[in-house]
Structures are given as structure tokens and as C-alpha cells.
């Protein structure tokens, strides 16, 4: 296998490896990759569902997702184009982070990719917390934020009382490496604990934008048989859909994580 960066503030290219025979070795060297990138794009690969789970379950258990998952395998679901209306991933977010242990990883690989257009864009939330000022560092350590699906609910035009959610630290360590992450999105954390609204509403806008700054970004542009991974742990992801009508089919699949910390 050969190795090169994806981009400045993130993600590994691994090319000439084929996923279905993966050495013990190769595994640690991709987890340490992973770990420390935060993306792994393998091209070129062609994988049955079944594949894809076999490679997926040497990060961990997967997870389903509550609703969509395929006959034969129901944690794998399919992420299909079904127009800009109904793309309820248009948005920055860490997967779950509504739930009290969300998923660590996410892997989607593509049966369908569009000509151009469709990318996914990845934001590194270690860069982010590195990039405030010690002072506010210092202030948001000691806080927790309250995460919530209500939003989500109501695009799928489900019941909002009963959208799961969860408190979490605002920074949270990276149970691998100890590195730590701002956790927070627009799409899903809605509230500073222990702060009014008045006082809350301000921090969050500011570090919903401040998370996403370009020089924490960087996109994937999608070709059929490629698969990735990204760490739910300390990145941001959005779905950017600007590709119409085209075809874009994804197979997805998520590991469990440990409550964040
Ligand atoms: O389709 C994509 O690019 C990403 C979708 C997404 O947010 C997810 O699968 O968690
Ligand atoms: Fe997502």
C-alpha cells in the first residue's frame, strides 16, 4: 500500500490496497493513520456489503442506524439522492452526537458517484480547539453543551418530543490518542449548560463559525469504489449537495464509540 495527504489540515489517501486483505500489520498502521488524520479514502475498491462490514468490524462493533438498513445486512443503509429537499445531511455535524455514545466511525463506500458535485466536506475539530485563544480554552474545558435531535426530527417529519439527546463536554479527549477536539455542531448542540440563553446563544454562534474556519476544511470528492472513513471523535462533516438530480448511491455503516470525555 502507498500512502499520501489528502489535504493540509487533514485525511490519508491509501492507494494500491485492497480491503479484503488487509495483514494484521497493515491494520495498525491504518488505525494509526486514522487516528492521527482523521479521514482514510481507499479507491478503487469493490466490495459487497458483506466486505464492507468484514473490514468495518476490525474498528469495533458496528451500530445500526434506527431506521433503513438493508435485507440482508440491517447496519449497513444506503444513502441514495433523493433530491435537495430530502438531504437531511446538508449540514455540519459529528454523527449522533445526540445520543449518549456516539458512533466513533463512520464508513461509507460508493456504488455511485456523480459525474462532479457531491462531495462530503470534513472540518478538524483538533485544529479548531488549537486555533482559540488559551483563555477561552481555559473557559470551555469546564463546560458541557446539550445535544439534541429535535432539528432532525422535524426534517424526517418525525415526533420532536421524542428526539433523543445528550450532554456532553464541549471539549472532549480523543480516547485514543488524548488529543483534544471541540465537540459541538450547528445541527445538533443547542444549549451550554448552566448558561442562559442569552449568554449561550452568542459562545455557540461564534464557535459553530470559528469550527469550520477553510483552514480546518477539506472536501472528498467522490468516485465510484471509493471507500472512507472519518473519526466521528474530532471532526465535522457536511453532505454538499450541489449535484442535482445526478446519481449518488453510498453504502453506509457506523462502529460504536464510547461515551465522549
Ligand atoms: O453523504 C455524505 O456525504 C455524508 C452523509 C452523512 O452525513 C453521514 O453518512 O453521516
Ligand atoms: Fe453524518
Known amino acids: 500500500?502507498?500512502?499520501?495527504?489528502?489535504?493540509?489540515?487533514?485525511?490519508?489517501?491509501?492507494?494500491?490496497?485492497?480491503?479484503?486483505?488487509?495483514s494484521a500489520s497493515q491494520f495498525l498502521e491504518l488505525n494509526r493513520l486514522f487516528c492521527t488524520?482523521?479521514?482514510?479514502?481507499?479507491?478503487?475498491?469493490?466490495l459487497t456489503p458483506t466486505d464492507q462490514q468484514k473490514f468495518a468490524e476490525q474498528w469495533g462493533e458496528l451500530v445500526?442506524?434506527?431506521?433503513?438498513?438493508?435485507?440482508?445486512?440491517?447496519?449497513?443503509?444506503?444513502?441514495?439522492?433523493?433530491?435537495?429537499?430530502?438531504?437531511?445531511n446538508q449540514h455540519w455535524h459529528t454523527d449522533m452526537s445526540y445520543q449518549e455514545a456516539p458512533?466513533?466511525?463512520?464508513?461509507?463506500?460508493?456504488?455511485?458517484?456523480p459525474d462532479i458535485g457531491g462531495s462530503t466536506a470534513f472540518a478538524n475539530q483538533n485544529l479548531a480547539y488549537e486555533g482559540l485563544s488559551?483563555?477561552?480554552?481555559?473557559?470551555?474545558?469546564?463546560e458541557r453543551a446539550l445535544h439534541s435531535a429535535q432539528d432532525l426530527a422535524k426534517l424526517f417529519g418525525a415526533n420532536e418530543k421524542e428526539a433523543g439527546q445528550?450532554?456532553?463536554p464541549l471539549v472532549r479527549t480523543h480516547d485514543e490518542t488524548g488529543d483534544k477536539a471541540l465537540y459541538l455542531c450547528r445541527a445538533f448542540t443547542k444549549q451550554i449548560c448552566g448558561w442562559s440563553?442569552?449568554?449561550?446563544?452568542?459562545?455557540?454562534?461564534?464557535?459553530?463559525?470559528?469550527?469550520?474556519?477553510?483552514?480546518?476544511q477539506a472536501r472528498h470528492e467522490w468516485r465510484r469504489g471509493d471507500l472512507v472513513m472519518w473519526d466521528n471523535?474530532?471532526?465535522?462533516?457536511?453532505?454538499?449537495?450541489?449535484?442535482?438530480?445526478?446519481?449518488?448511491?453510498?453504502?453506509?455503516?457506523?462502529i460504536k464509540g464510547s461515551k465522549p470525555k
Open 134 to 142: 488559551d483563555g477561552l480554552r481555559r473557559i470551555l474545558e469546564q
Open 1 to 22: 500500500m502507498q500512502t499520501r495527504l489528502m489535504s493540509a489540515p487533514l485525511g490519508v489517501v491509501v492507494d494500491n490496497l485492497d480491503v479484503k486483505k488487509i
Open 103 to 113: 458512533p466513533k466511525l463512520t464508513m461509507l463506500y460508493a456504488l455511485e458517484a
Open 233 to 254: 471523535r474530532s471532526l465535522l462533516h457536511y453532505a454538499v449537495h450541489d449535484h442535482g438530480d445526478q446519481p449518488r448511491l453510498m453504502h453506509r455503516l457506523q
Open 37 to 46: 488524520h482523521k479521514v482514510l479514502v481507499f479507491p478503487d475498491q469493490d
Open 64 to 88: 445500526p442506524f434506527p431506521y433503513g438498513g438493508l435485507q440482508d445486512h440491517p447496519n449497513i443503509i444506503e444513502l441514495k439522492n433523493r433530491g435537495k429537499k430530502l438531504d437531511v
Open 197 to 216: 440563553t442569552e449568554e449561550s446563544k452568542p459562545m455557540l454562534e461564534y464557535l459553530y463559525g470559528h469550527s469550520v474556519r477553510p483552514e480546518y
Open 166 to 168: 445528550a450532554e456532553h
